[in-house]
Nanobody, 117 residues
């Protein structure tokens, strides 16, 4: 069973920065891709960013230029650097891992990010 554990969430003022981490219980190079998703209160879970085994990244339009996904294979950890945060970035952020091109197979329990105005 794969475990993904997120950390780094918290309360930050608008314009501030946070870095989220996702530690995996196995070698992340074994996954086709890993990603971050978020779910705001009363809304569906949406993609934030993904990164493939080869390092190819993909971002939601709403976060391009402000948020960067990266991975450290040696530490089996994926990061989400979030800058210029806005109140609308407030959500629970989930880490996910997929073994193929089709969807994500494993999910973390999430970490809450709250951006105050």
């Amino acid at each position: 069973q794969v475990q993904l554990v997120e950390s780094g969430g918290g309360l930050v003022q608008a314009g501030g920065s946070l870095r989220l981490s996702c530690a995996a219980s196995r070698n992340i190079f074994s996954f086709y891709a890993m990603g971050w998703f978020r779910q705001a209160p009363g809304k569906q879970r949406d993609l934030v960013a993904t990164i493939t085994r080869e390092g190819t990244t993909n971002y939601a339009d709403s976060v391009k230029g402000r948020i960067t996904i990266s991975r450290d294979n040696a530490k089996d950890t994926v990061y989400l650097q979030m800058n210029s945060l806005k109140p609308e970035d407030t959500a629970v952020y989930y880490c996910a891992a997929g073994v193929s091109r089709v969807g994500m197979n494993y999910w973390g329990k999430g970490t809450l990010v709250t951006v105050s105005s």
